[in-house]
């Protein structure tokens, strides 16, 4: 009985501890802070007249002084211990390439550079992903929608499935 009294005890001031932490940064954005948004100029029935046109991203991508200043305030948001905005790409959850929206906040989040699924590893996924879009091989909202639920899921499921698109990075 004691040996249960005491662990009751722990739960809750070690919940306490471990939320009032540092977070360290994660593979995954924080549904909460980054849900991931689509740019609603971008259908399913005009992607042959937007994103799958090339040069398209370069358009609305948004400028550097943008994304820059965004990082920072988004890496005190996230909680995140390494705080050195060098570590970290102010990427697209929904990448521009599938849709995603250039510049809501909601879309994009500090991204880690190096880790086991890193910004690099998620270009892969984007080009794989804009490649089926335009191909038709995935409707736009499903890319969009694997990108944004759980992209190292969606990188699982159909990067290795589809070599034979030789990773470029989309403009």
């Known amino acids: ?3 249960y ?14 939320l009032s932490l540092p977070a360290w940064a994660s593979d995954l954005p924080a549904a909460a802070l980054t849900p991931g ?10 992607i042959h007249s ?11 991508r948004p400028p550097a002084h943008f994304t820059n200043k965004l990082k920072k305030r988004q890496i005190r948001e996230y909680g995140y211990a390494d705080r050195n905005p060098k570590h970290y790409e102010e990427d697209h959850l929904i990448a521009l390439s599938i849709g995603g929206a250039p510049d809501d906040p909601r879309n994009l989040w500090p991204e880690p550079r190096n880790s086991e699924w890193s910004a690099k590893k998620k270009d892969r996924l984007e080009f794989v992903l804009y490649k089926m879009v335009c191909a038709q091989e995935i409707s736009l909202a499903d890319a ?7 992209w190292i899921g969606a990188w699982k499921r159909y990067v290795p499935s589809h070599p034979h ?7």
Not at 6 to 18: K, S, V
Not at 50 to 60: A, L, P
Not at 144 to 150: E, F, L, P, R, W
């Open 50 to 60: 937007t994103v799958c046109v090339k040069g398209y991203t370069k358009t609305i």
């Open 165 to 171: 698109y030789r990773f470029k990075k989309v403009d």
């Open 37 to 46: 948004t689509t740019n609603p100029d971008v259908t399913q029935q005009n």
């Open 144 to 150: 969009q929608h694997a990108m944004a639920t759980n």
């Open 1 to 3: 009985m004691k040996i």
């Open 5 to 18: 009294f005491t662990r009751f005890l722990l739960l809750p001031a070690t919940l306490a501890l471990a």
